[in-house]
Each structure stands twice: as structure tokens, then as C-alpha cells.
């Protein structure tokens, strides 16, 4: 009885493995972002020629993010209920920039077919970030 009190215990500890998943995607994803953005923020004019037509304020704000990124993956990863906040604001933070891409474009400004892909796959992974680690971070304080 008292050994498998012991167990129960130590299992409640430990973080789940899909919270791992979800932090350590945040954190990957961050650093991602921050190396790329960083390369054409300071790249210099050879990078920015090779990144074709940047949005500056996509380019400016997905950079900005990605600190933002590893602070609610590394808070995710550490059970932190902020975390959830964090995802929630990123999310609703890359839809109104996904936005403001459209009206940029549909006003003939000028972009890159891979920004659209990014922003899409950016705002899903946040939306799905903002919805699934309130149940992941409750497991883990519940277990």
C-alpha cells in the first residue's frame, strides 16, 4: 500500500509528456524565429535581398515574438499558469498582424507566398497552444 502511495506520488510529479511536447515545440519554434528574423533584421543588405519582399512590420513583430515564444514554452515546460496567458495573447497578438498582412496585400502591397504560409502556421500554432495548455498545465497540477 505505502509503495504504491510512493509511485502515485512520484508519477504526479512528473510533468506530462504532451506538456513537453507543447513547451518544447514553443521554445524550438522561438528560437527558430529569433534566428531567422534576426538573420534579415541584421543580416545586413545581402540577407534582406535574399528574403525577397519583407513586410517590415510582419518581420519586426514575428522577431519581437519570438522571445515571447521561448518565455511561454519555458513557462509551459515548468508548469507555470502564465503560460496559458501568454499563448492566449500570442494567439490573438499573430491573428491581428495576420490581418494586417491581408489589408497590406489586398492594398497591392508587396510580400512573399512563404510569409503568408508562416503566418498561417503561426496563428494555428498558437491558437492550438492558447486552447490545449489550460488542460495540459490542470493535469499536471491536478495528477
Aim: aromatic share 10%; glycine share 12%.
Amino acid at each position: 500500500m505505502m509503495l504504491a502511495r510512493q509511485m502515485r506520488s512520484s508519477r504526479a510529479r512528473r510533468p506530462s509528456a504532451w506538456r513537453w511536447v507543447a513547451g518544447g515545440l514553443a521554445v524550438l519554434f522561438g528560437l527558430a524565429t529569433l534566428i531567422e528574423g534576426g538573420h534579415v533584421l541584421f543580416g545586413g543588405p545581402e540577407a534582406r535581398a535574399q528574403a525577397g519582399n519583407v513586410v517590415p512590420f510582419v518581420l519586426v513583430f514575428n522577431f519581437g515574438a519570438g522571445f515571447a515564444y521561448v518565455a511561454a514554452g519555458a513557462a509551459a515546460l515548468a508548469g507555470r499558469s502564465w503560460a496559458v496567458w501568454l499563448a492566449r495573447a500570442l494567439a490573438a497578438s499573430t491573428l491581428l498582424v495576420f490581418v494586417a498582412l491581408g489589408v497590406h496585400v489586398l492594398g497591392g502591397g508587396a510580400f512573399e507566398t512563404r510569409t503568408m504560409v508562416a503566418m498561417t502556421l503561426r496563428s494555428l500554432f498558437w491558437v492550438v497552444q492558447s486552447l490545449t495548455l489550460p488542460a495540459l498545465l490542470r493535469r499536471a497540477s491536478s495528477s
